[in-house]
């Protein structure tokens, strides 16, 4: 039976390994995504009842507070290789020990790119602490998956014109705009229009919630291309209900770690009729 071909760009579980005593977390990281981890077993079970063929999983960091370590997740993630895959979850307050960590994970763990959460670390994603992981990714030809929208610390930090001064000054960087620029939609659509390296992240927004220009985005009927990945709360086979082209036959689901570089920096695609 062939895998499906559906693909989840950012699969928020929680390795059972990565969390030793839940009593020690704060009590606002005590969410139902870290307190009840998923085997790699049952999670392969679950993307097959909902047809997702592949899922990259972030080692979520929240701050310098708590995070999944790059080695349970690079654990999780080898017992299923050709449908896990993991991005590295990095905070800029941790500087250049961050970046080798990160340059580690990309290099000896297989990791296949890197993730941030901007909210947590409190720095918005042009801060000068950003940059050298930007840097590194961009040496290592992997994608930087950046939270952008209107985050739990201060509301401004996720703003997505922040973005436009990293892609501007990192070309060769593939940037995907996590949680769909929310509530500034209409500014990730018309930077992602413009930056060939921006992406648009369409997770943690439901497809009952997005916004006219971005559904004009993915069906490919605004001013200019889609360039857009799918996630656990809006996968890309939901495609069919809002007017884009089937998932089936317009993403590239790669079959390969080498492949899955490519996959998470954005080259899952959905266009709109040519």
Request: with cysteine; proline share 9%; net charge negative.
């Amino acid at each position: 039976m062939p895998l499906p071909r559906a693909v989840d760009a950012i699969l928020p579980v929680t390795p059972a390994a990565a969390v030793e005593d839940p009593s020690l977390l704060p009590a606002d990281l005590r969410t139902p995504s870290i307190l009840n981890p998923i085997s790699p077993t049952d999670l392969i079970a679950r993307m097959d009842t909902y047809a997702i063929a592949q899922s990259i999983i972030p080692a979520r960091t929240y701050g310098q507070r708590w995070g999944v370590s790059y080695e349970s997740l690079r654990d999780y993630v080898a017992e299923y290789p050709q449908r896990l895959f993991a991005t590295a979850g990095i905070c800029p307050l941790s500087r250049m020990d961050g970046v080798r960590r990160f340059e580690e994970s990309v290099s000896d763990f297989g990791f296949v790119g890197v993730h941030a959460y901007t909210s947590w670390s409190g720095v918005p994603i042009n801060d000068r602490l950003y940059y050298p992981y930007y840097s590194k990714a961009e040496e290592l030809g992997v994608p930087f998956q950046l939270e952008t929208m209107g985050g739990k610390q201060r509301m401004w930090q996720g703003r997505p014109e922040y973005l436009d001064q990293v892609a501007a000054d990192f070309p060769d960087l593939q940037l995907v705009a996590a949680h769909a620029g929310y509530p500034w939609e209409r500014e990730v659509v018309g930077m992602a229009e413009f930056r060939t390296n921006v992406y648009i992240g369409m997770d943690t927004l439901m497809p009952n919630a997005w916004t006219d220009d971005l559904l004009a985005f993915i069906r490919g009927t605004g001013y200019g291309g889609t360039q857009w990945i799918g996630s656990q709360s809006s996968p890309m086979f939901c495609a069919p209900a809002i007017g884009a082209s089937s998932a089936p036959t317009t993403c590239r689901c790669p079959s390969t770690a080498s492949s899955a570089r490519s996959m998470s920096s954005g080259s899952i695609r959905a266009r709109g009729p040519s």
